[in-house]
């Protein structure tokens, strides 16, 4: 039985309840975060905790907790759930008003609802091993602050959807310029000549941690090359290797993109090579 937390309680998950008039149900009026642990050890807690944070502060949601009594909160909820290998959700919204009205209101205490979930162990770092992703690709209709993790999802539930649809594990995003922003739920990597090459932070992309992890980290070995900067769809489609990056998938080879083969159809050295360097030092943010 799984155990949630739902403002100061611990209690199974299907008894956690929310009000009807809370303004996350309403107006999805709140920030949310996703963070794995391998072995009960999270990665990047800080990075999460700290992009929650601001979140919080850019939707002027008052919640005061510090990254500390953040992992307090979190470490007592997988103290009391079995497993290995979680997800844990961690959501946060303005909280329950008395009316629906769409200004915020004041002197309302934030919802705080957290759950853990089974993730699979990690991929290996074997490139003829791992599995590989098909994408397809569309133009970016979603809101012009994808640089909040907010949970008003609506937009990429729909771009998933279409991708779902068509077969494909995920779809690739790009702006009105044929500029890469991101997928409908992570953040996207190419490699070119070994080059790897990721779409700068701005507002059309999250801030995503594992997108942070892997640049830092191949930055700090030295081995690889690494750009952030604009990045057309011609270059996509013509990338020797493309990546997908979340919390979930760690990076994920993709190898099929819009029914073509990326590259040479197989996933590539560069992304062994990256994806070692990551694994050995995801702990370490």
């Given at each position: ?53 601001n979140g919080l502060k850019a ?95 609506l937009g990429n539930v729909m ?127």
């Amino acid at each position: 039985m799984s155990i949630a937390y739902v403002n100061g309680a611990f209690v199974p998950l299907e008894e956690a309840r929310i009000s009807p008039l809370d303004r996350g149900f309403l107006f999805g009026d709140g920030i949310y975060e996703v963070i794995p642990y391998y072995n009960r050890k999270p990665v990047g807690f800080a990075l999460h905790m700290q992009r929650m944070i601001n979140g919080l502060k850019a939707l002027e949601i008052k919640c005061e907790k510090s990254i500390d009594e953040w992992r307090q909160l979190l470490d007592s909820l997988i103290d009391q759930n079995e497993g290995s290998n979680f997800g844990v959700y961690l959501h946060v919204s303005r909280g329950a008003d008395t009316k629906r009205f769409h200004a915020y209101p004041e002197n309302v205490e934030p919802t705080i609802f957290a759950f853990t979930f089974g993730i699979k162990d990690p991929e290996p770092v074997d490139r003829s091993a791992v599995h590989a992703y098909k994408v397809s690709s569309t133009e970016d209709l979603r809101w012009k602050r994808c640089n909040i993790k907010s949970t008003s999802l609506l937009g990429n539930v729909m771009h998933f959807q279409q991708g779902h649809a068509s077969g494909n594990n995920e779809i690739l995003l790009y702006n009105q310029k044929n500029e890469l922003t991101e997928g409908s739920s992570c953040n996207v990597f190419i490699v070119k000549d070994g080059t790897v090459i990721t779409p700068v932070e701005d507002n059309q992309i999250l801030p995503g941690i594992t997108r942070r992890i892997i640049i830092d980290s191949i930055k700090a070995d030295g081995s690889i090359p690494v750009e952030e900067r604009t990045i057309t769809m011609d270059e996509v489609r013509n990338a020797d290797e493309i990546w997908i990056t979340s919390s979930s998938k760690e990076i994920a080879p993709v190898t099929r993109l819009d029914d073509q083969p990326v590259g040479n159809g197989e996933v590539g050295p560069v992304w062994e090579k990256a994806f070692r360097i990551y694994t050995d030092r995801k702990f370490d943010y």
